[in-house]
């Protein structure tokens, strides 16, 4: 059979041999060492390799069946059907291709971990959330950010979970929604630290600030009812769904949720609850902004015994 010479003398150089073959030769080793398997596919040299594999005129002899290659690119060279190379010794085929990521978890010792946080002192608690590993947040946070106050403290306000800032400096709410948190208690005359103590539902920063995902926030609250329980607020105030969520158990929307005193239920104790936006939202909606401050003013009046008003 006549070869095309120009043809032949390209795939020649690619190793793979001369267009047409005969169907006595397929068996043959020369044919199965110059196969396209074997001249190794790079990209810019797919056409010439898929058409170097036009199967042969005839049908291939029984002994020897080969799937009809699609659009005429071989069966071995198709993306779909790769198949890695085989391990190169036994161990390696056990072996996992990358080192499999830490356990998020630390079970079983982790329920004696979170035995002690349940019943840790304030002091305690702090340096055991240090050393928290109880969800995949412990492997990206840079600090765990624990809270401003201390108990003692009258209003404790509950946000949703550090940001970039606080993961860095490991106090909640330093950012720029932080800053807007304290100008807004300042216009009500409540100061942080001394009449007002913060905390979050999620203690260490979820990766590009994601929301908080429900397995991060159930073992999270041990920390957070240890908290509130240490804390002993003589009102609450919690700023966003999450936080409101968390504490009164409702996914209602805060616009529904502000205006009006909830009953929150903390070690036993009945503590009323001021929803409000979260400082992030308003950052965003600087019309909110009135409501937070009557929310603000809700919580003072609250704190003082006063009557609520919707
Ligand atoms: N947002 C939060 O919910 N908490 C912080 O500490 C900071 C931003």
Same mark, same amino acid.
């Given at each position: *059979?006549?070869?095309?010479?120009?043809?032949?003398?390209?795939?020649?150089?690619?190793?793979?041999?001369?267009?047409?073959?005969?169907?006595?030769?397929? !068996?043959?080793?020369?044919?199965?060492?110059?196969?396209?398997? +074997?001249?190794?596919?790079?990209?810019?040299?797919?056409?010439?390799?898929?058409?170097?594999a036009v199967p042969p005129v005839s049908a291939p002899t029984p002994s020897a069946p080969r799937p009809a290659p699609v659009s005429g690119v071989p069966e071995t060279l198709r993306e779909d059907r790769f198949v890695p190379p085989a391990?190169?010794?036994?161990?390696?085929?056990?072996?996992?291709?990358?080192?499999?990521?830490?356990? +998020?978890?630390?079970?079983?010792?982790?329920?004696?971990?979170?035995?002690?946080?349940?019943?840790?002192?304030?002091? /305690?608690?702090?340096?055991?959330?240090?050393?928290?590993?109880?969800? %995949?947040?412990? /492997?990206?946070?840079?600090?765990?950010?624990?809270?401003?106050?201390?108990?003692?403290?009258?209003?404790? *306000?509950? !946000?949703?979970?550090? %940001?970039?800032?606080?993961?860095?400096?490991?106090?909640?709410?330093?950012?720029?929604?932080?800053?807007?948190?304290?100008?807004?208690?300042?216009?009500?005359?409540?100061?942080?630290?001394?009449?007002?103590?913060?905390? =979050?539902?999620?203690?260490?920063?979820?990766?590009? =600030?994601?929301?908080?995902?429900?397995?991060?926030?159930?073992?999270?609250?041990?920390?957070?009812?240890?908290?509130?329980?240490?804390?002993?607020?003589?009102?609450?105030?919690?700023?966003?769904?999450?936080?409101?969520?968390?504490?009164? %158990?409702?996914?209602?929307?805060?616009?529904?949720? /502000?205006? @009006?005193?909830?009953?929150?239920?903390?070690?036993? /104790?009945?503590?009323?609850?001021?929803?409000?936006?979260?400082?992030?939202?308003?950052?965003? @909606?600087?019309?909110?902004?009135?409501?937070?401050?009557?929310?603000?003013?809700?919580?003072?009046?609250?704190?003082? %015994?006063?009557?609520?008003?919707?």
């Amino acid at each position: *059979m006549a070869l095309d010479p120009r043809r032949s003398e390209i795939w020649k150089a690619l190793g793979i041999g001369p267009e047409w073959i005969l169907r006595e030769e397929e !068996g043959e080793p020369e044919r199965q060492a110059a196969s396209p398997r +074997a001249a190794c596919p790079a990209s810019g040299h797919q056409d010439a390799i898929a058409r170097a594999a036009v199967p042969p005129v005839s049908a291939p002899t029984p002994s020897a069946p080969r799937p009809a290659p699609v659009s005429g690119v071989p069966e071995t060279l198709r993306e779909d059907r790769f198949v890695p190379p085989a391990p190169r010794s036994a161990s390696a085929a056990t072996r996992p291709a990358q080192a499999a990521p830490a356990p +998020a978890t630390r079970a079983p010792s982790d329920a004696a971990f979170l035995s002690e946080v349940d019943s840790a002192d304030w002091e /305690r608690l702090e340096a055991l959330l240090r050393d928290c590993k109880c969800c %995949g947040l412990s /492997r990206t946070r840079i600090k765990t950010v624990f809270a401003d106050g201390r108990p003692g403290c009258p209003i404790v *306000m509950v !946000g949703e979970a550090p %940001g970039a800032d606080e993961d860095i400096q490991g106090k909640p709410f330093v950012g720029k929604s932080g800053q807007l948190l304290t100008q807004a208690l300042g216009a009500v005359g409540l100061e942080r630290g001394t009449d007002v103590a913060i905390i =979050n539902v999620l203690k260490c920063r979820p990766p590009h =600030n994601r929301d908080p995902r429900p397995e991060e926030v159930s073992v999270c609250r041990h920390f957070l009812d240890r908290q509130l329980a240490l804390l002993a607020p003589k009102v609450l105030v919690l700023m966003g769904r999450p936080a409101a969520s968390a504490v009164l %158990g409702t996914d209602q929307p805060i616009s529904r949720l /502000r205006g @009006s005193v909830h009953q929150a239920e903390i070690s036993g /104790r009945t503590v009323p609850a001021i929803v409000t936006y979260h400082p992030s939202y308003l950052l965003r @909606s600087l019309t909110e902004k009135e409501k937070c401050w009557h929310d603000l003013l809700l919580a003072k009046r609250t704190l003082a %015994g006063a009557a609520p008003q919707a």
